[in-house]
């Protein structure tokens, strides 16, 4: 039997979206929170900056810090053609707004004091260009990604989590050293596509988002998904069992509920709770 939503039926277009079901017994409807709507570009320009900023924070608090690798970048949404990221010298746990540095499309600082990694500027600067609906990338040397991505292959699609990646996921089947050249960071963005993340192999993962909550999400749960695979694949080679595989029924069916832009956004919004809880808002400064 093809698999169906049927308890969603009667919710609203943004409640069903996101696998949302919220109506009280009065029949008073409940509606989840979403991406905000901003009177001018300079509110969403702070909004997106401090959200970037809270993302570097999780990545900190999750061990994706590895002394200066690693980068998260967001479109500026006034001057389109650039995108704040990290200073090169700062760790992830000490990021605020303030901190932040804009660049151009050229790679020139246009605010802020600091250098940024040029392997960055290389990658993120590609993406950007290729993808008009990318708004965030996020790169890291995440342990289970880097192990993952020496097979130089995608993942199986063999667990809920693992269907947001299905068909939207994709591999750089070669490693050329630290990323400095923009026509590589242009060959990543090719073999990137219109996915949602990509495997470079024998150096770790990078995804993307609409937002940067998504493509930090995104990013969280493919490392866990390279690590639930590797888990998988050793227990099969040590115990012959056979992997089972989600049919591309379903496998097609459940992305629509797992990996929406939209849920994406949401699934970050509890970790940015936390992490502004924990911080006290720090990073906001």
């Known amino acids: 039997m093809a698999p169906s939503a049927t308890t969603l039926h009667s919710e609203t277009t943004s409640n069903a979206t996101v696998g949302a079901l919220g109506k009280t017994k009065s029949g008073k409807q409940l509606r989840i929170r ?52 990290n200073p090169l010298s700062m760790h992830f746990s000490q990021i605020k707004v303030s901190d932040l540095i804009l660049v151009n499309e050229d790679g020139d600082v246009v605010e802020g004091d600091e250098p940024i990694n040029a392997a960055a500027f290389a990658i993120h600067s590609e993406i950007h260009k290729a993808r008009s609906d990318v708004h965030a990338a996020c790169h890291a040397h995440s342990v289970h990604g880097k192990a993952w991505s020496v097979f130089g292959k995608e993942l199986d699609m063999i667990t809920q989590d693992s ?68 888990l998988v694949d050793a227990a099969a080679h040590g115990s012959g069992l056979k992997k089972t595989f989600i049919p591309d029924e379903e496998a097609r069916f459940s992305y629509q509920q797992v990996g929406t832009p939209e849920k994406g956004w949401l699934a970050f919004q509890p970790y940015y709770d936390e992490i502004l809880a924990k911080t006290g808002g720090s990073f906001l400064k």
């Open 163 to 230: 269907l947001r990646f299905y068909k939207n996921h994709a591999v750089y089947p070669q490693f050329g050293g630290v990323v400095l050249d923009r026509e590589e960071g242009a060959r990543i963005a090719s073999h990137l596509g219109d996915g949602k993340a990509i495997i470079l192999q024998n150096h770790g993962l990078l995804t993307v988002g609409a937002t940067v909550d998504a493509a930090a999400f995104w990013f969280m749960s493919l490392d866990k998904t390279c690590h639930a695979q590797l």
């Open 34 to 85: 979403s991406y905000p709507k901003f009177n001018t570009l300079e509110d969403e320009r702070l909004y997106r900056k401090q959200h970037l900023a809270a993302a570097f924070r999780v990545f900190a608090e999750r061990g994706f810090d590895e002394g200066v690798a690693g980068h998260i970048s967001v479109r500026d949404p006034v001057e389109t053609d650039h995108f704040w990221l």
